[in-house]
């Protein structure tokens, strides 16, 4: 009886970790952005511990469909796309939230004037890292899925323009439109140890 007892407390022993270690991770959500595209889609994170406002303001416009069927009207290789309306509108501005998020291939800040609380609807998405902007615009998000579709976007055939007397800012346009053909807010879920 004592060994059928031992037994059974060293298989005890052995199974009760095997079976905590199979037990399911713990499901999280997280919010994202997809903007589809005519090159395809494309999905961002947002930063919301270090932009709220932005992050609520850019939101809210996607919710309303702001930016369905607008362009990627500034694409200027190896810097940044940017969207939006060029500042057409009577949309308020929001305050910047310059943060610690640096400016990395995939990052999506609020594009804004010389005034740094100028920033309303419209954003940039880097094509490559951009050190030299960090700390000076605010960053709201990360690109996690399409890539590809970044860099397609940044190899398009554009027009160059300069805009500016004192300091030339290019405003190169793409030849053919890069639209968004929606913009939309979704949440994923995955798990997490």
């Known amino acids: 009886m004592k060994k059928i007892i031992m037994f059974l407390s060293i298989i005890i022993m ?3 970790p095997l079976s905590a270690q199979c037990e399911p991770d713990s499901l999280a959500s997280l919010e994202v952005c997809v903007i ?3 090159y395809g889609n494309m999905q961002f994170r947002f930063f919301e511990d270090a932009a709220p406002l932005t ?3 850019f939101k809210n416009l996607v919710k309303e469909g702001f930016y369905d069927s ?3 009207y500034r694409v200027v290789k190896d810097h940044v796309i940017q969207a939006g309306d060029g500042g057409e509108n009577d949309i308020p501005t929001v305050q910047a939230e310059f943060n610690k998020y640096p400016h990395i291939t ?3 800040g609020l594009a804004r004037s010389e005034d740094p609380n100028s920033g309303s609807t419209e954003f940039y998405i880097c094509l490559v890292p951009r050190p030299h902007l960090d700390g000076k615009y ?3 998000g990360q690109l ?3 890539y590809d579709i970044l860099e397609k976007i940044g190899n398009t055939e554009i027009v160059e323009q300069y805009v500016g007397e004192e ?3 290019a405003f190169h346009t793409p030849k053919e439109p890069v639209l968004i053909l929606e913009a939309t807010i979704e949440i994923i879920n995955y798990f997490v140890e």
């Open 14 to 16: 052995l199974v009760l």
């Open 36 to 38: 589809k595209t005519n």
């Open 55 to 57: 992050v609520d303001k």
């Open 70 to 72: 607008l362009t990627f």
């Open 106 to 108: 995939g990052t999506v």
């Open 138 to 140: 605010t960053v709201f």
């Open 144 to 146: 996690m899925e399409g």
């Open 167 to 169: 300091q030339k800012i």
